[in-house]
């Protein structure tokens, strides 16, 4: 099956601190995605990205936040200046090669702990 | 914006019986999904259906979708041990942008 990598798997940071988190998509597809999910509570879109740009944005993806794909295949998104309110798992996601965009492979996720 | 809703929050069933959970959403949709997520894992896709289609299996998997009511659920057969994680719907509207529920929680007694 299709796989999604994400690194760290655990980031412990400290409030104001800028984290990057990192993933590695399936190949050959344009879309890629972003959604969060605080401990306890529904998974939450936040950004998704076509052909390198940001398609679509949820309001929770505000200023602080930003993504890039800074070498063709893996894929960042950034927080700038982490809020206690960030802590939470962060999932990147994308269609498998084939597939229509329906259907979506996620990574493990990376848990974001902001003290 | 359009919410999907499960219930139960939690069940906790005998290996071996049938589990039912349901979904619930508010607004017209493109399709529903069913994701499993176990404690602290990534979301594994389950099963999809599209708005015009009224069920659909997979396995030991049973999804039905009632778009009059605005309803989902989801039937596994024949639970196993295995099948104790997170379940999750989460309905398409446009743009590829899944709007997710909380979740509902087995869990199967051996």
């Known amino acids: 099956e299709p796989e999604v990598t994400q690194t760290p798997s655990h980031q412990v940071t400290q409030m104001g601190q800028e984290v990057i988190l990192r993933c590695v998509p399936i190949s050959n597809h344009l879309y890629f995605y972003w959604y969060r999910q605080i401990l306890g509570q529904k998974v939450e879109f936040l950004v998704s990205f076509y052909n390198n740009e940001i398609s679509e944005k949820s309001e929770i993806f505000d200023d602080q936040f930003s993504v890039e794909r800074p070498d063709g295949s893996n894929f960042t998104l950034k927080i700038r200046s982490t809020k206690l309110e960030d802590s939470a798992m962060y999932f990147c996601?994308?269609?498998?090669?084939?597939?229509?965009?329906?259907?979506?492979?996620f990574g493990s996720g990376t848990q974001l702990s902001v003290l | 914006s359009q919410q999907g809703e499960e219930d139960p929050q939690a069940l906790s069933i005998q290996e071996g019986e049938n589990a039912t959970m349901n979904c619930s959403y508010k607004?017209?949709?493109?399709?529903l999904q069913w994701y499993r997520q176990n404690s602290g894992r990534g979301l594994v896709h389950l099963i999809l259906?599209?708005?015009n289609e009224r069920e659909k299996h997979s396995g030991r998997l049973r999804v039905t979708l009632d778009t009059s009511k605005k309803s989902s659920s989801l039937l596994i057969t024949a639970s196993r041990a295995a099948d104790t994680a997170s379940y999750f719907c989460a309905t398409e509207a446009s743009n590829y942008q899944l709007i997710w529920g909380a979740g509902t929680k087995l869990i199967i007694k051996p």
């Open positions: 259906i599209r708005s």
């Open positions: 607004t017209s949709i493109n399709n």
């Open positions: 996601a994308s269609p498998s090669p084939g597939e229509s965009n329906e259907k979506l492979f």
